[in-house]
């Protein structure tokens, strides 16, 4: 499975995909600095799920996601940020991200979110 | 900002306690009760490093973390796993240090009934810029006799 992780820090995406790891997901990673460059490296790379942070320069994540909607690319996003209150769940929902993780986050938290997805 | 937050409706302990916990414990350090209240008085900072965001909406604030540069070498060498002889470098030290403000921040966020936008994370040797009206909430945090202040400011 080839995956992109989008993020402004790059810290955070080393602790996603070492969490991903953690979570026993064996995937092709990809790397992403801001939103614009994921919808980008989206387009070439039609990878088989997005993982993307929300506040991000250049483009947010929920941009990038309407960007590849309005591209027409069917592409499965969930939503990694700091903001996890109901109302950004409700947006992220409403704008057909496929989940919302909210950090701090664990391998256990990834497994519960993404294994059903997978099924 | 923390007066759009009813810290008395949380019964027991402090929510940004709480928080600082959460993200201690998933991202930093595992070992349980590593991170704790401070208790007693406090030192003053001699090397201090502060690391911010800013939330928007009707009651404007900022959530302000500090502590001694050594700590934040520390925090960052814990979420990069990098060994204690191995340097590290200054554009990780701003990422890190900025993304636990970030993870506070946006776990902030979410206390506020009607927040706006959560501003980019910023890092500095000083104290961030610009005019601020009160200090409104603070938690002094004890990470293994590291002393880690987390401040709520409501902005102008």
């Given at each position: 499975m080839r995956v992109l992780v989008a993020d402004d820090s790059r810290v955070m995406r080393q602790i996603v995909i070492r969490t991903l790891r953690q979570a026993g997901y064996d995937w092709e990673i990809t790397e992403a600095a801001d939103g614009a460059a994921a919808l980008e490296i989206a387009k070439e790379m039609d990878p088989d799920l997005v993982l993307s942070d929300?506040?991000?320069?250049?483009?947010?994540g929920i941009e990038l996601l309407r960007g590849m909607q309005a591209a027409g690319m069917d592409i499965p996003l969930g939503f990694v940020t700091s903001e996890g209150s109901s109302e950004m769940r409700e947006t992220a929902d409403a704008a057909g991200a496929l989940f919302l993780i909210a950090k701090p986050f664990t391998a256990e938290v990834f497994r519960d979110t993404i294994d059903p997805f997978l099924a | 900002m923390s007066a759009a937050?009813?810290?008395?409706?949380?019964?027991?302990?402090?929510p940004i306690l709480t928080i600082a916990e959460e993200v201690f414990s998933a991202?930093?350090?595992?070992?349980?009760?590593?991170l704790r209240e401070w208790f007693g008085e406090t030192p003053g900072f001699t090397d201090p490093t502060y690391a911010w965001v800013d939330l928007g909406g009707e009651m404007p604030g900022r959530v302000l973390l500090t502590t001694e540069r050594t700590t934040a070498t520390r925090i960052t060498r814990s979420l990069l796993c990098l060994g204690p002889d191995e340097v590290v470098e200054n554009a990780d030290f701003v990422d890190a240090f900025g993304e636990i403000a970030n993870v506070l921040g946006g776990n902030v966020k979410s206390l506020v009934p009607d927040p706006g936008a959560l501003t980019l994370p910023k890092v500095a040797h000083t104290m961030p810029d610009g005019p601020v009206r009160a200090l409104m909430h603070e938690v002094r945090l004890d990470w293994r006799g590291d002393l880690l202040v987390i401040a709520l400011w409501s902005l102008p």
């Open positions: 929300w506040n991000m320069p250049e483009m947010t | 937050i009813d810290l008395t409706a949380f019964t027991g302990q402090d991202m930093i350090d595992p070992e349980p009760e590593a």
